[in-house]
C-alpha cells in the first residue's frame, strides 16, 4: 500500500519567517494530496490540496508543490504568525470510488512571537 | 449545517467492555471513514465505507467492527475493548464529483480511554 513519509516532525521558526514541511510518497498512482491543519484538541482542517495535473498550488501565505517525478510534495507557509502554530499532516490518495488517504505522521510548528 | 458529527466526545471503558462510537454527517456524503490518532503516530484507518452497503478496512482494523447504517450514518464497535486502543477516535466523510475525489471533513473526535 501507500506510504507516506512526513519531514521534519518538529519546526520551531520566528513569526515573520518561512516555514516548509516535506513529504514523499511510495505509490506512482497516487493523484491527490492535500494537507491538513491541527490545533491542539481539535479536528484536523483541511488548508490546501493538490492533484497530480498541477505542479503549484497558492493560497494567500500557503502554498504546495508537487513533483511526480521525485513523489514528493512540500507545504510553504510564509509570514509565519504565531496562529499558525499547530501539527500539520500531508496525506496521499489514489482518487476514484474506493479512495481512502494516508497520512504522514505530522509536523508540530511553533511560530515564536 | 453541522457537518460531521460524533458521539460521544469522550469515553472510559473498563477492559472488556463493548462500546458504539457514532458518527453522522449531513453533507449528502457518498464516503465516510474511522481513524484513530495516536502520539507520534498521526492518522491510521481503521475502517471505511466507500458507499452506502459497502465497507472495507483500512491499515488497522483488528478489533474492530463498522456497520454503514445509511448514507448519512457509519458506526464503529469495539466488542472487547482493550488498552491498546485508548486512543482519539476521528470520523470523516468526502464526496466524489466525477473521478475527483473531495476533501475529507472531519469531526471533532471521540476521546476514549480503556483502563
Known amino acids: 500500500g501507500e506510504n507516506v513519509e512526513q519531514h521534519p516532525s518538529t519546526l520551531s521558526v520566528q513569526e515573520g519567517d518561512s516555514a516548509v514541511i516535506k513529504c514523499t510518497y511510495s505509490?506512482?498512482?497516487?493523484?491527490?494530496f492535500p494537507w491538513y491543519k491541527q490545533e491542539l484538541g481539535k479536528r484536523p482542517q483541511l488548508i490546501i490540496d493538490?492533484?497530480?495535473?498541477?505542479g503549484e498550488k497558492k493560497d494567500q501565505r500557503i502554498a504546495v508543490t508537487l513533483n511526480k517525478t521525485a513523489k514528493h510534495f512540500s507545504l510553504h507557509i510564509t509570514e509565519t504568525q504565531p496562529e499558525d502554530s499547530a501539527v500539520y499532516f500531508c496525506a496521499a490518495s489514489i482518487g476514484g470510488s474506493n479512495y481512502k488517504l494516508t497520512f504522514g505522521k505530522g509536523t508540530l510548528l511553533t511560530v515564536n512571537p | 449545517n453541522a457537518g460531521v458529527t460524533q458521539t460521544p466526545k469522550f469515553q472510559v471503558l473498563k477492559t472488556g467492555q463493548s462500546m458504539t462510537l457514532q458518527c453522522a454527517q449531513d453533507m449528502n456524503h457518498n464516503s465516510m471513514y474511522w481513524y484513530r490518532q495516536d502520539p507520534g503516530m498521526g492518522l491510521r484507518l481503521i475502517y471505511y465505507s466507500a458507499s452506502e452497503g459497502t465497507t472495507d478496512k483500512g491499515e488497522v482494523p483488528n478489533g474492530y467492527n463498522v456497520s454503514r447504517l445509511n448514507k448519512r450514518e457509519f458506526s464503529l464497535r469495539l466488542e472487547s475493548a482493550a488498552p491498546s486502543q485508548t486512543s482519539v477516535y476521528f470520523c470523516?466523510?468526502?464526496?466524489?464529483?466525477?473521478?475527483?475525489?473531495?476533501?475529507?471533513?472531519f469531526g471533532d473526535g471521540t476521546r476514549l480511554s480503556i483502563l
Open positions: 505509490d506512482s498512482a497516487s493523484n491527490y
Open positions: 493538490i492533484r497530480s495535473n498541477v
Open positions: 470523516a466523510s468526502s464526496g466524489l464529483t466525477g473521478y475527483s475525489n473531495q476533501p475529507q471533513h
